[in-house]
Structures are given as C-alpha cells and as structure tokens.
C-alpha cells in the first residue's frame, strides 16, 4: 500500500494518507466521540482510523489539526477551502484531500481484491460493464466484478457531496480504457439517470485504479 501511488489515481495534486495500525486506536477529539457514541467496536476503529488519517493528510496541506465532524448523512465536514474523501474496509482505510480551488470533488474506494458473489454481481452491474473481458486481472485476486463496484464507489463519493442525490449501482455505468499494465489502469464512469441532477461538466467522469497488496484501490476526481 502506497500513498504516493494512491495520490496518482486523482487528476490534481492531494495529500494521501493511508492508516497505520497504530491509527485505529488513536484518540478523538471530544467533539468527534459524539459522532460514534453507542457505536459498534468495528464502526469505532473506523471512524478512529478514518479521522485520524485525514488529519495527516491535512497537515501535509498545512492545514492545522482539528475535528473533523459529520454531517446528517455521515459524510466528513471539512475545513473551509478543501475536499475529500474516506474509504476504508477490513484490513485499510485511506483518506485523501485536495485543495478546492484545484479540483471540485473527489472520491476513493478501497475494498478487497476478492471476488463477488455472483447475486451480489448482478446488483451492481450489467451484461454490457461484465462483457468488459479484456481487461486482465489473471494475477490478481479479483474479478471485474469487484472492479465495476469499486470504480462506481469511486465515482459516487465524488458525486454525492456535488448533488446530495444517492445512487443506485445501475444508476452509474463503468467502461474500463484496456490495461496496458496488470493492476493499473483508467476508467469511465457516466450517470445513466436524466432525472438525476449531473455534474458541474455534465454526466462524465474519468478515474483511476489500481491493485496492490490484496486490496483494490479507486479514485475519481472533477478538476
């Protein structure tokens, strides 16, 4: 797991910080306690890794710690003047932010390089993204499945703090560029809804991925 490589999947310089294990017992500001009180021990170290790792990566922009509260919907309140995103899943969780007068939104995802179920698999794609066959993941644990559902992961939490509308996986469509080296590479996300409002350059959005380690990493960015 590298930040520096995480950081290349955005379109505009940001500050990538991936939770050591150290992070997930780490302490909150007061405020923050709030946020999780009655919470699951699970839910717990998350938010903790979570929290603390987005204010490593503030201080790399020079932005001074400080609690970093949620909103209604759970979502990071972050200081004025920057954007960002946390993902995390069993064994990481990684925070990345920007500055917003270099980009408007961002999202990553991270999740387990392992296959879904095939139920799970027809939730969360159609026949067009599962026909994307030459995309190769022969080394790596994982199937496209896994794929389409990070990169539309990616594509949402960028979405979401733009419009305040939640999606449906079917709501999102993949399109993957052919891989030009294993684990690596870009793809397309576009909202198939016109009822739903679009982003600020209209319905499109590029992102990166790449695989490393057993995990799956997405970002997605609007410059």
């Known amino acids: 797991m590298n930040p520096e490589i995480t ?28 946020c999780i009180a009655g919470a699951v021990t699970k839910r717990r170290r998350e938010f903790i890794a979570g929290r603390t790792a987005a204010r490593r990566a503030l201080l790399d922009l020079g932005i001074p710690e400080g609690p970093i509260l949620g909103n209604r919907d759970r ?3 972050w200081p004025p003047g920057v954007v960002g995103s946390i993902s995390h899943c069993d064994s990481c969780c990684v925070a990345v932010v920007g500055r917003r007068g270099e980009l408007k939104s961002l999202g990553i995802d991270v999740e387990l390089a392992e296959p879904l179920h095939d139920d ?41 703090p733009l419009t305040a509308t939640v999606l449906d996986f079917l709501d999102v469509s993949v399109h993957f560029s052919e891989s030009k080296e294993n ?30 380690d057993g995990l799956i990493f997405a970002g997605a960015t609007l410059t």
């Open 120 to 160: 799970i698999l027809r939730m969360v794609s159609d026949d067009t993204e599962r026909s994307q066959c030459y995309i190769d993941l022969s080394l790596q644990r994982c199937n496209l499945g896994k794929l389409i559902f990070c990169a539309k992961e990616a594509f949402y939490k960028c979405y979401y």
């Open 7 to 34: 950081a290349q999947l955005f379109d505009a310089p940001v500050s990538c910080c991936i939770a050591t294990p150290e992070m997930y017992s780490a302490n909150l500001w007061g405020e923050e306690a709030n």
């Open 183 to 212: 684990g690596r590479g870009e793809f397309y996300a576009s909202l198939k809804r016109p009822d739903h409002p679009n982003l600020p350059q209209g319905s499109n959005l590029k992102g990166r991925w790449y695989i490393a």
């Open 75 to 77: 979502s990071p309140i």
